[in-house]
T-cell receptor
C-alpha cells in the first residue's frame, strides 16, 4: 500500500511568488493534516480536513495560506504571496480514524 | 491547551549503551502520547503510542516508553543502541476524548550513536 506522498520534495521561490504544495493521502483515509516545521523550531499544526471539510484550521498563520481538499482525496496548500518566514518543511499526514497519523516525507520550501 | 518539552536537542550514546530520550508534557485533559522518529529524507514514522491502556508501551525496533501521570512524563528508552537508531525523535501529545486531533510536538531530539 502506498504511503502519504507529497509534491514537490523541494521548492525554491522568490519572495512574493506563489507556491502550491500537494499531498496525496493514503487511499481511504478521511482525515488529512498539514503541519510545518520552521528551521530549528518544533513541528506545528496548520489544519485538519475530514474528507473535504475543514475540521480545524486554528494553526493557519494568516490569510496568505489557502488549503483545499477537493473531493476528499488529495489536498493542496497554496502560499500567496510567499514571505521569507514561510520557509520550512511542510508535512502532510493522513489517518483513517482518530488515532495514528501517517506522515509524508515533507516538502522543503525555501523563500529567497 | 497542550505543550511538550523534550530535554536535550542532541543526545549522543555509544553503540550498545542505553538510550533515554526525555519527554514531559502539559495537558489540561487526559492525553494521548506518541513518539515519532524521522530518518534522513523520510517522513515521520510512529514508534509507539499511549492511548490510556497499559502505562508501559512497547514499540517498534526495541523501543518502549512509560507513561507517568504523577511526573507528566513519557520518556523513551531502548536498552541497547544500534547504529541504525541514529535519527531525530519527536514526542507529541493530543487531547483524549475531544474532537481535536491536532498533534502538539516537542522540538525534537537528535540521537547520535557512536561506534
Amino acid at each position: 500500500e502506498a504511503g502519504v506522498t507529497q509534491f514537490p520534495s523541494h521548492s525554491v521561490i522568490e519572495k512574493g511568488q506563489t507556491v502550491t504544495l500537494r499531498c496525496d493521502p493514503i487511499s481511504g483515509h478521511d482525515n488529512l493534516y498539514w503541519y510545518r516545521r520552521v528551521m530549528g523550531k518544533e513541528i506545528k499544526f496548520l489544519l485538519h480536513f475530514v474528507k473535504e471539510s475543514k475540521q480545524d484550521e486554528s494553526g493557519m498563520p494568516n490569510n496568505r495560506f489557502l488549503a483545499e481538499r477537493t473531493g476528499g482525496t488529495y489536498s493542496t496548500l497554496k502560499v500567496q504571496p510567499a514571505e521569507l518566514e514561510d520557509s520550512g518543511v511542510y508535512f502532510c499526514a493522513s489517518s483513517p480514524d482518530y488515532n495514528e497519523q501517517f506522515f509524508g516525507p515533507g516538502t522543503r520550501l525555501t523563500v529567497l | 491547551a497542550q505543550s511538550v518539552t523534550q530535554l536535550g536537542s542532541h543526545v549522543s550514546v555509544s553503540e550498545g549503551a542505553l538510550v533515554l530520550l526525555r519527554c514531559n508534557y502539559s495537558s489540561s485533559v487526559p492525553p494521548y502520547l506518541f513518539w515519532y522518529v524521522q530518518y534522513p529524507n523520510q517522513g515521520l514514522q510512529l514508534l509507539l503510542k499511549y492511548t490510556s491502556a497499559a502505562t508501559l508501551v512497547k514499540g517498534i525496533n526495541g523501543f518502549e516508553a512509560e507513561f507517568k501521570k504523577s511526573e507528566t512524563s513519557f520518556h523513551l528508552t531502548k536498552p541497547s543502541a544500534h547504529m541504525s537508531d541514529a535519527a531525530e525523535y519527536f514526542c507529541a501529545v493530543t487531547p483524549m476524548d475531544t474532537g481535536r486531533r491536532a498533534l502538539t510536538f516537542g522540538s525534537g531530539t537528535r540521537l547520535q550513536v557512536q561506534p
